[in-house]
């Protein structure tokens, strides 16, 4: 089997973008356009925010002998224009002086997406693609900016984290406003660094199943790992932390997880969507919380492209 080359298929644009005057501080993020196989096709540009310990790499994965782990290549491949972004404080992204948070992630991406006409050539529609953390990112950046025509959140919760296990009597108080403030001043405790060291190890036995083949695993810790800054670390620990940006969302919400993910009851998420009237929900069968690698990635992907052309506004047709 010949190796998967990066970028043997399709054109890929370096990009660079000044996020400094929604920090307050100079500040770049690094984000890779890929450009779709077929030009022209009308489809809506996929706007990728990966996860905690991840950058873009984990929707642009390459593992030699392992053709197949591109979700941008292969979107690309259906004509789809996907920009891929690594977060404020991660990867080749400006890590700053101040203690970032979720909230400013989500303006930084904002940002970035409001250069992005200018930057790729393309107007939209915007379609996110937020990941795990990068889905929290995403749905505080929507509320608060209303960066997109629809939103695909995977692997993100917005109830406690399922593998975390946190005591009953930290989820209940997580419950109200400020009882998610006071339990994040805990979360803060543990992370004494601005910027957190992350290993995988631990995480192995829900990232991923059995079958997702060791070279796979190995290659995505060597090219896509990063810190994580500290407060969003915490933050995306906190039963709830977006639930008050979810219920302001009201454009259509694609959310998927894995057979084994971040969701103790994926089937209760939707009902955090209330203000939007197309709430879609898939659960992965063959899948950990790391759905690019999984065995049944494609399954999802399909999903997700039929899904951007089934939801009225984003294959040019009206909105409904």
Excluded: K
Aim: with cysteine.
């Amino acid at each position: 089997m010949a190796e998967d080359v990066p970028g043997a298929q399709v054109a890929r644009q370096e990009l660079e973008l000044d996020v400094g005057d929604r920090l307050g501080e100079l500040a770049t993020v690094s984000a890779t356009y890929v450009a779709p196989v077929e030009p022209g096709s009308g489809r809506p540009v996929l706007v990728c925010l990966p996860g905690g310990t991840y950058t873009r790499g984990y929707f642009d994965l390459h593992v030699p002998g392992h053709p197949g782990y591109s979700f941008a290549e292969d979107a690309a491949a259906r004509g789809f224009p996907v920009v891929l972004i690594d977060h404020v404080g991660t990867g080749a992204s400006t890590r700053t002086t101040r203690d970032l948070g979720l909230a400013d992630q989500a303006a930084a991406a904002a940002e970035v997406v409001e250069q992005l006409p200018d930057a790729i050539g393309l107007s939209g529609p915007f379609v996110g693609v937020g990941h795990s953390m990068g889905g929290y990112v995403a749905m505080l950046q929507q509320a608060a900016h209303r960066s997109y025509a629809a939103l695909a959140v995977l692997g993100t919760t917005n109830q406690a984290l399922s593998p975390l296990l946190l005591p009953a009597e930290l989820v209940e108080a997580a419950a109200t406003a400020d009882g998610r403030a006071a339990v994040l001043e805990q979360m803060l405790a543990a992370f004494p660094d601005r910027y957190v060291e992350s290993s995988r190890e631990p995480m192995r036995s829900w990232f991923h199943l059995g079958d997702v083949p060791d070279e796979v695993v190995a290659a995505d810790d060597a090219t896509t790992l990063t810190v994580v800054p500290r407060r969003c670390g915490a933050e995306a620990t906190v039963p709830g932390v977006t639930a008050d940006a979810a219920a302001r969302i009201d454009v259509p919400v694609h959310l998927a997880y894995g057979e084994l993910d971040v969701s103790p009851a994926p089937h209760a998420e939707p009902a955090f969507f209330p203000a939007s009237g197309d709430v879609t929900l898939f659960v992965l069968a063959g899948s950990g919380h790391c759905h690019n690698m999984a065995s049944t990635r494609g399954v999802l992907w399909d999903r997700l492209a039929r899904w951007c052309a089934e939801v009225p506004g984003l294959d040019g047709r009206p909105d409904a």
